[in-house]
Nanobody, 125 residues
Framework: QVQLVESGGGLVQPGGSLRLSCTASGRTPKNWIMGWFRQTPLTGRNFVAAVNWNGGTTAYADPVRGRTSIGADRAANSVTMQMDNLKPEDTATYFC??????????????????WGPGTQVTVSS
């Protein structure tokens, strides 16, 4: 089993920035992909960004591309996602996930094996 813990959520004003972190523990695979997904009651779960264990490959969803950066720390089995110029539509519960299906579609949550409990991000003035 792998446990994931997210941190960094909170209330942010529009135009502000936020840094979300996720750390894996337990039987963490040597090589992994970690992704962020977000969910609201209306939109369901949507892909945000993902990165592989050495930070060499990243992927971003179109709504956040250009204002989001994701990085990996293999030694710590953690990822950090920096989101800038936040918008009210970024309000959601953000979930971290980990998997090992390197040749799969990283934007598909079904390709990840373990999930964190989520952290709430609210963008509002």
């Amino acid at each position: 089993q792998v446990q994931l813990v997210e941190s960094g959520g909170g209330l942010v004003q529009p135009g502000g920035s936020l840094r979300l972190s996720c750390t894996a523990s337990g039987r963490t695979p040597k090589n992994w992909i970690m992704g962020w997904f977000r969910q609201t009651p209306l939109t369901g779960r949507n892909f945000v960004a993902a990165v592989n264990w050495n930070g060499g490959t990243t992927a971003y969803a179109d709504p956040v591309r250009g204002r989001t950066s994701i990085g990996a720390d293999r030694a710590a089995n953690s990822v950090t996602m920096q989101m800038d110029n936040l918008k009210p539509e970024d309000t959601a519960t953000y979930f971290c996930a980990i998997g090992t299906k390197f040749g799969s579609d990283w934007s598909n949550g079904a390709n990840f094996d373990y999930w964190g409990p989520g952290t709430q991000v609210t963008v509002s003035s």
